[in-house]
């Protein structure tokens, strides 16, 4: 059967209306739900405003905030938290001190020395002046204590300037170094308290030379008792910035117990010796143990007694850091609540190159 004209335009005209009808309910707007008003107000009436309960929770709310006012005497709160962290800071630096304080020698034996950043920093540089405690010149850091620092200083010439540092910091001190030369800084420590008992303190009187207080306790019949020291430390290091000269030398900064380097180590020749002079209260001390550390090999000390006085002479046979150290024990002064004060002496610096001749020359 044949389709006609006819049936092509009533199907035309029916896809129209179709598509018509689709676009106007496209176009119409969506009908949304709308809450019915007079349903609310019946909802508050089933209710109640409920206005006496908000006024009761307001006015307990007020009343904790008056009772937490009193309390803190009405303090702001940037102050309340000002406060609570200057105590964690000073927590924080009584804890440092602490662990600075407790820092007594094993056998009690343990040695303070100044460790720089650098021993031969360039004009202009800033070094860090890190203070070491330990043995065989394997140290822990001892962080700035305001409360154990006697003196702390750098010296140059006739110039001498605190050396200043950041509470409870390591580097416990940093040194801007102005001008080419020999820099010397030192570091005094007050006294810092501590007991041992008898065996250990022997051993470690035994171990530093101290062979003068032991003598003294066997005379007194005390080696069978425990011993009450305050023990201060008195150390020394040397930096050279530039080219060394035989001019410049380590000088005396007043401590109690003072090592001083009679020749600058950095500009002394192959095969010479490092004289050296120990003094106490600005005094040759005769008599002391010296001992000499090298870090490469610290197993291989140099040792001497120092001479009426006061010194000592080593023949430094290798290069890199030294450390020269010496103890004085003496009675504590009266009321002092100790039986001995000790004073500990430290120098470091570093050698370039090692004082022994080359054979090949």
């Excluded at 043995?135 to 702390?152: E, I, T």
């Excluded at 001992?291 to 490469?296: F, G, K, L, S, T």
Aim: aromatic share 6%; hydrophobic share 35%; with cysteine.
């Amino acid at each position: 059967m044949k389709e006609t004209s006819h049936d092509k335009n009533s199907l035309t005209r029916r896809l129209r209306r179709v598509c018509a009808a689709r676009r106007s309910v496209r176009q119409q707007p969506q009908q949304r739900h709308r809450a019915d008003p007079a349903a609310g107000r019946r909802r508050c009436e089933r209710l109640g405003d409920g206005s006496d309960r908000f006024r009761s929770r307001r006015d307990r709310a007020h009343r904790r905030y008056e009772r937490a006012s009193s309390r803190r005497g009405h303090q702001p709160a940037g102050e309340r938290r000002g406060r609570a962290g200057g105590h964690l800071r000073a927590h924080r630096l009584l804890a440092v001190a602490a662990l600075a304080l407790g820092a007594a020698p094993p056998l009690f034996a343990h040695d303070l020395w100044i460790e720089p950043t650098s021993f031969s920093p360039r004009a202009g540089e800033i070094v860090g002046v890190r203070l070491r405690v330990g043995m065989n010149l394997v140290g822990d850091p001892v962080p700035r204590v305001p409360a154990l620092v006697n003196q702390f200083v750098a010296a140059r010439a006739a110039e001498r300037k605190p050396v200043l540092g950041r509470d409870g910091g390591d580097p416990a001190g940093m040194l801007r170094v102005a001008l080419p030369g020999l820099q010397i800084i030192g570091y005094y420590s007050n006294p810092s308290r501590i007991e041992l008992p008898a065996e250990k303190f022997n051993a470690y009187l035994e171990e530093e030379g101290l062979d003068s207080v032991l003598a003294l306790r066997v005379l007194r019949k005390e080696t069978a008792a425990g011993a009450r020291e305050l023990y201060s430390r008195c150390a020394k290091s040397l930096l050279l910035s530039g080219s060394p000269s035989e001019a410049e030398g380590d000088r005396p900064l007043g401590f109690p117990l003072e090592l001083v380097a009679e020749r600058n180590p950095y500009a002394l020749p192959a095969g010479e010796d490092l004289p050296v002079r120990l003094t106490y209260q600005n005094r040759p001390l005769a008599g002391a143990l010296v001992v000499a550390i090298n870090r490469a090999d610290p197993a291989e000390r140099l040792s001497a007694r120092s001479d009426r006085d006061g010194r000592v002479r080593f023949r430094l046979r290798a290069s890199g850091m030294w450390l020269i150290k010496a103890v004085h024990m003496v009675p504590a002064p009266a009321g002092s609540d100790a039986d001995w004060s000790s004073y500990w002496a430290s120098l470091t610096f570093e050698s370039l190159r090692g004082s022994e001749p080359d054979p090949t020359r």
